[in-house]
């Protein structure tokens, strides 16, 4: 995770995978993915920053609740969850 501050920041989301997901199909699934999440805990989040994800090895194949899990791990340890927050789980695989 990294994060873009600036006068025009206000929490948008950036994506990105490389050839080392897998191939393109491998690539899509994993920014969807990833794009889901901060859409489901975007209200956990706070602050005027941009925030760009890449997309590692096993993101495809772990479970839903471990990515959101990590997102919000991550959002804490970057000081921009806005509170101490029940993970949602509105979606599963």
Same mark, same amino acid.
């Given at each position: ?9 206000? *929490?948008? *989301?950036?994506?990105?995978? @490389?050839?080392? #997901?897998? @191939? ?6 994993? +920014? ?18 941009? #925030? ?16 959101? /899990?990590?997102? #919000?791990? *991550?959002?804490?340890?970057?000081? #921009? ?6 993970? /949602?789980?509105? +979606?599963?695989?």
């Amino acid at each position: 995770m990294w994060l873009r501050e600036g006068n025009d920041a206000s *929490l948008r *989301l950036g994506v990105a995978a @490389g050839r080392t #997901i897998g @191939g393109a199909v491998q690539r899509n699934r994993a +920014k969807r993915r990833l794009r889901e999440v901060f859409r489901l805990n975007r209200h956990c989040l706070r602050g005027n920053c941009d #925030i760009v994800l890449m997309a590692r090895g096993r993101l495809n194949q772990a479970p839903w609740g471990e990515v959101q /899990s990590e997102l #919000i791990q *991550l959002a804490g340890r970057a000081g #921009i969850l806005a509170e101490k927050s029940v993970v /949602s789980s509105q +979606k599963t695989e």
